[in-house]
């Protein structure tokens, strides 16, 4: 047996060691909630709008319609209880965590490197994961990239679904599809799903409330965590009587202040140049698609990135997006170099992101008392911008060699 085949197997491990290690990680994970409570405020946000008597259409207007359906079989079991709300809310998105677990270890076969890294992931990032629903669609994100070569028609389905519980994931369909062999399929299974999921909130709702998503974050502002603020809060820490943070759109956004709407102006152009990367290098991956297939995983988890540093709006639980799609990459691709460094700067900006929120977030709203804090804030956001630059970097060079080994490409 040759060495290198050698130090594959070494690393192979039981499902069992994968189990205990779940479960260790997790049980570490869920007592730390004692000293984090104030991660339970989404869910009593969700719980509090189910039961009001307004009807659908007034339900949860900042998400997808389909969201309100799937946590109104929770509603109808929990009643008028939080507390039993936000239990079973919290079970099924530990369920979701350990199915995905599972998917990882079978993409890897069994190997230590994603699975790991994923585990220790949600130590870093924290319980939060567990009590907000976006793992939901990062883990669809992420199926997606998986079954992407053998089942590219399923590949477009996850991301429909994902469409339905955030938007975003409907994104990685053009990114896959500009290498697959078969991208028909990817796209026909996708828009059929999607088409049936729109016509359905239609249907329900109306076309207000199927929009209302796309509305809402039109007009949000600039959120004190995100990229763009970053400049206005290091002044606000100098200067804090110049600016004024608001509770607003169940976030805090800076809502007075000498910088902020040329921030807000500048995040909306930010995006723009995003998105024209993301097409210049799609058609890159396109030109090298039957020498470079495996690149446009790469650049679903560049446009990732650059979304979230470029987007007015951050929330903790964004890194989820992120991270879950670069776990199937790092399953799919153990040995890759890039892949090893991503997962060691995902688990620092796990670790900078709970400690600003939610273990130091009373620090960072006192403009009196927010030094520290500031100082991580910003080295996070510069971290991620840093990560999306690295992301986008990686694919260019990708589709700049003809000769790049397709290391069992998810895109086919």
């Not at 008392?369 to 991620?384: C, E, F, K, P, S």
Request: proline share 5%; glycine share 6%; with cysteine.
């Amino acid at each position: 047996m040759n060495s290198s085949r050698y130090a594959a197997l070494r690393t192979r491990r039981p499902v069992v060691w994968t189990v205990a290690s779940w479960l260790i990680t997790r049980a570490v994970m869920m007592l730390a909630v004692s000293r984090e409570g104030a991660i339970g405020g989404d869910i009593l946000h969700y719980f509090q709008s189910l039961n009001g008597t307004r009807g659908q259409g007034s339900m949860l207007p900042e998400y997808p319609l389909p969201m309100v359906w799937l946590m109104w079989p929770i509603h109808l079991v929990a009643g008028h209880s939080e507390r039993v709300f936000a239990t079973i809310f919290v079970i099924s998105m530990l369920v979701l965590d350990a199915a995905f677990t599972a998917l990882l270890h079978r993409v890897s076969r069994g190997a230590l490197t994603a699975v790991d890294a994923w585990l220790v992931f949600g130590v870093c990032l924290g319980p939060l994961m567990f009590y907000r629903f976006d793992l939901l669609p990062a883990v669809l994100a992420a199926v997606a990239i998986a079954v992407a070569l053998r089942a590219p028609a399923t590949s477009g389905l996850a991301a429909a679904i994902g469409f339905a519980s955030k938007l975003w994931p409907i994104m990685f369909v053009p990114l896959l599809a500009v290498s697959h062999r078969r991208a028909w399929r990817l796209v026909v299974g996708a828009v059929a799903s999607a088409a049936v999921i729109v016509e359905a909130c239609v249907l329900a709702a109306g076309m207000t409330r199927t929009m209302s998503p796309l509305t809402w974050q039109t007009d949000r502002g600039l959120q004190i965590e995100s990229l763009a603020a970053t400049p206005e809060m290091v002044a606000r820490a100098f200067h804090p009587g110049s600016y004024v943070i608001g509770f607003v759109n169940n976030s805090y956004e800076l809502t007075v202040g000498p910088g902020v709407t040329a921030a807000r102006h500048a995040s909306s152009v930010l995006i723009v140049i995003a998105m024209a990367v993301v097409a210049w290098l799609a058609w890159r991956c396109w030109r090298t698609r039957h020498t470079a297939s495996a690149a446009s995983a790469w650049l679903c988890l560049s446009a990732t990135a650059l979304l979230v540093v470029t987007d007015k709006t951050f929330s903790p639980q964004y890194l989820l997006w992120l991270a879950a799609p670069a776990a199937v990459v790092f399953a799919l691709q153990p040995a890759d170099r890039v892949a090893r460094h991503m997962w060691w700067s995902l688990l620092a900006l796990g670790v900078l992101t709970q400690f600003v929120y939610p273990l130091t977030y009373d620090d960072l709203l006192n403009p009196n008392n927010n030094g520290l804090t500031m100082v991580v804030l910003a080295l996070r956001n510069l971290g991620l911008l840093g990560l999306a630059i690295a992301l986008c970097v990686n694919v260019f060079r990708q589709t700049s060699t003809p000769t790049i080994s397709a290391e069992r490409s998810p895109a086919g």
